[in-house]
């Protein structure tokens, strides 16, 4: 990938041409149609991905409750932060809604480039950390909501307004 390509990306904004220069040949383009499954929750986390076109969509299934979509990630947006975190395996699954380019980096690349520079890694991690702080966020809003709807619906099948614990 070329790196005027990448200077173009408001996830390396900060970065000097001879940064961009060294990420650069570790980002590689795909393209998904519509409908792919990038990856399941579960699978080997081997790729942290920017999105250029398209819309892609995160999904995270509890042991114990429903599919529930986390985020949806436009163009700019990153997904698969999995891989950069060393993680063995990707904590949701990841489906592009339209036809998605996007690129991507392997983790253990992304990682060692980090070490072996600094400056670079400090800016590159702290973008991820507020992607995954504001999907943490977004993430306990619907479980907070799936916990008020549950104990609303548990309410409701044992009697609406029916106190269990009233001695008549």
Not at 67 to 86: E, K, Q, R, Y
Not at 107 to 123: A, F, Q, S, Y
Request: charged letters at 20%; one cysteine or more.
């Amino acid at each position: 990938m070329k790196f005027e390509e990448l200077e173009r990306l408001a996830f390396f904004n900060g970065l000097g041409t001879a940064d961009l220069k060294l990420l650069a040949p570790y980002f590689a383009p795909q393209a998904y149609p519509e409908g792919t499954t990038v990856f399941k929750q579960g699978d080997y986390a081997e790729y942290l991905y920017l999105v250029l076109l398209g819309e892609v969509v995160i999904h995270y299934k509890p042991d114990d409750g429903p599919l529930m979509t986390v985020t949806h990630v436009l163009p700019g947006g990153i997904f698969g932060w999995s891989a950069a975190m060393g993680n063995p395996a990707y904590t949701s699954g990841a489906v592009c809604l339209l036809d998605s380019h996007v690129i991507r980096i392997k983790g253990t690349d992304l990682r060692t480039l980090c070490n072996e520079h600094p400056k670079v890694g400090k800016i590159i991690l702290d973008r991820l950390a507020a992607v995954i702080a504001e999907r943490k966020q977004n993430q306990q809003g619907q479980v907070s909501s799936m916990l008020e709807n549950g104990i609303r619906q548990h309410a409701f099948s044992r009697g609406a307004g029916s106190d269990d614990h009233s001695q008549t």
